[in-house]
Every structure is written in structure tokens, then in C-alpha cells.
């Protein structure tokens, strides 16, 4: 074990360190070194040391929208700041600084039994906050961008801190600034979150939930959560019984002529037009025709219920379950004529 130069706080750099247990698909690789921090002087001190400055870099938070398909050479940096602090309250709204190493789906519990709405169709999807802004997660209608007021963390290019207030992170689908031009050079610290009092302001209208809600006695945030985390649990699976990352493609979106030859061939094809005047497809659908639900190819597969979300069944490498990914593109290709793109990162 390597103690950082500074021994003020003690930085441990552990090398060869294992990290099957930090990430959800389980994949059995090695980073060269790993180094963890619980406050902001932890940070400094190790951006500030010379491992720091040698290696290649890569941020690791809970680890569920990432594939290893090998070691990783370099230096893992793992965020713990956990606290939630209230920046400001009126009577409708109440805004939230929240740190980058909670578990997301802790941050949406503590929101809603408190009253706090905003999160609620955003219940069990795994990681930490800090990635939420990363990806700009979403689901049954909502995106985190909706209810993010500013991201906070150091530039690492320069160690300076920086805030980024909602227009400035170029949210997009599954997409922010901090995915593409500040990609592994911004280290979140802290999301800033503003959130509704009651009355809330229900997302109700997408998938099966209006058709569940009909036999619920009331409407509220906590009906919500209950109601999308039923849904969520009968249709994905359990990372600790096969190892997944969710969604592991993004639904397409394509151009008007396109959709209209789609159509054409298939007319039970479900689309969703755009606020840019695109159309969405969904990317499950595809697959499914595509005969790729529920498939095997060695230790990965695709779930019986759910084939946009891939598994290891046990003991599949990275590499395995990449491959078993451009099998699908490939046959999604094939008979479509549209290509899927990975939302998970690849390492």
C-alpha cells in the first residue's frame, strides 16, 4: 500500500486493487491502483500527489453504467462524500446540495419521505449521484435534468472547482457536457437539486403506470416510488443475482424519412416523436424482433424479460458480454437498417 506524499489525511493508494465488487456486472478485473476520498482536503491531496499526475485516470462510483473487458492500468478514484444539506426552503420549493458518493436510489428515499417530489419516477435505478448528472438519467418520463440546479466538482485538468449551473451542463438523452467534452477531466463533488412541496406535480402518463394508479386509493410521491420500483423489480434483474448495468443501449432516435420506411415495413413499430423533431424508437423492441431476448452466448446473455439489459450469468468477462453487445447491433442492423449505441461505457 502507497501513502500519499502529503501525510496530513493519509491518502491510500491501494495497488492491484480488485474490482468485481465495484461494478454491477460483476466483472472480475484489477485497477493498478485504487484511492477512495470522504471530504474535499482527501481530494486535494490526491490530485495533488505524484500517482495522481503519472497515471490515466477513471472516476468510480457505484460502477453501474460501466464494462471492464480488461484491467484497468492507472489510477481509481472513488468518491464518498455522502452528505445532504439544505441550501435554501420556501413554502414550494427546497433546494438540496447533495454529495457525489451516496447511492442514488437512497437520495430519491430520503426525498420522498420527506415530501420533497421530483425524483420519484427516478426510484431503484442503481449507481451513485454522482453519475446521475453524468448521464442524465432517466425513466417513466422523467430526466434528472428536470430537477438539477447546478454541478459542482474540480476540473482536473487544472484541480480548480467549478460550478456548472443547469444551462451549462448540455444535458441531451443520456448525455450532459460532463459525458462528452469534460469526460474524465471533471470530478462531481456535489449535484444541487431543487425540488417541489406539495402539491406535486405527478408524472403519471407513461407505460402501465395511469393503468396502476387507477386501483391506488390516492396520488401522491410516495404511491409513485412504490409503484415504479413493482415495475422496475418484475421486469429487470437483480445485480446481485446477475450482474448487470440496466439499459445497455439507448433508444435510437431517427430522421423523418427513415421513420416513414419503418413504418412502411412494420406498422406495429412504436415511435415517439421528439422535441427536436426527431423519432425515438425503442431499442428493446428492436432487439426483440431482432431474436436477440433472452439469448446465451456463454456466461452472457440478455434478459427473458427485459433484452435491453444484458447480464453476466456468472462468470463473464467483459469481453464476453461486448461481444455478445455487437452481436445484437449487428442483427438490430441487419434487419433494421438502424444502429444502436452503447449507453454504457466501455473500459
Known sequence: MYICDNLKNMIEFTPNFPLKQYNTFGIDVKAKYFAGFSSLAELHELVDDKLFTKHPRLILGGGSNVLFTKDFDGLIIHPKLEEINIVEETNKEIILNVGSGIIWDNLVEYAVLHGWGGLENLSAIPGNVGAAPLQNIGAYGAEIKDVIDKV????????????????????????????????????????????????????????????????????????????????????????????????????????????????????????????????????????????????????????????????????????????????????????????????????
Open 152 to 347: 459542482i466538482g474540480i476540473d482536473l485538468s487544472n484541480k480548480r472547482t467549478c460550478t456548472f449551473k443547469k444551462t451549462e451542463c448540455e444535458f441531451g438523452y443520456r448525455s450532459s457536457i460532463f459525458k462528452t467534452k469534460l469526460k474524465s477531466n471533471f470530478l462531481i463533488t456535489h449535484v444541487v437539486f431543487r425540488l417541489k412541496k406539495f402539491p406535486h406535480s405527478l408524472i403519471t402518463g407513461y407505460g402501465e403506470i395511469e393503468r396502476i394508479l387507477e386501483h391506488e386509493k390516492e396520488r401522491t410521491i410516495s404511491v409513485m416510488r412504490t409503484v415504479i420500483c413493482n415495475i422496475r423489480s418484475s421486469k429487470l434483474p437483480d445485480v446481485k443475482t446477475n450482474g448487470n448495468a440496466g439499459s445497455f443501449f439507448k433508444n435510437p432516435v431517427v430522421d423523418t424519412e427513415t421513420m416513414g420506411q419503418l413504418k412502411k415495413r412494420m406498422k406495429d413499430i412504436p415511435v415517439y416523436e421528439t422535441p427536436e423533431g426527431g423519432y425515438k424508437l425503442s431499442a428493446a423492441w428492436l432487439i426483440e424482433k431482432s431474436g436477440c431476448k433472452g439469448i446465451r452466448s456463454g456466461n452472457a446473455g440478455t434478459h427473458d424479460h427485459q433484452p435491453l439489459v444484458l447480464i453476466n450469468h456468472g462468470n463473464a468477462t467483459g469481453k464476453e458480454i461486448l461481444g455478445l453487445a455487437d452481436f445484437i447491433k449487428e442483427k438490430v442492423y441487419q434487419l433494421f437498417g438502424v444502429a444502436l449505441e452503447t449507453e454504457v461505457n466501455v473500459i
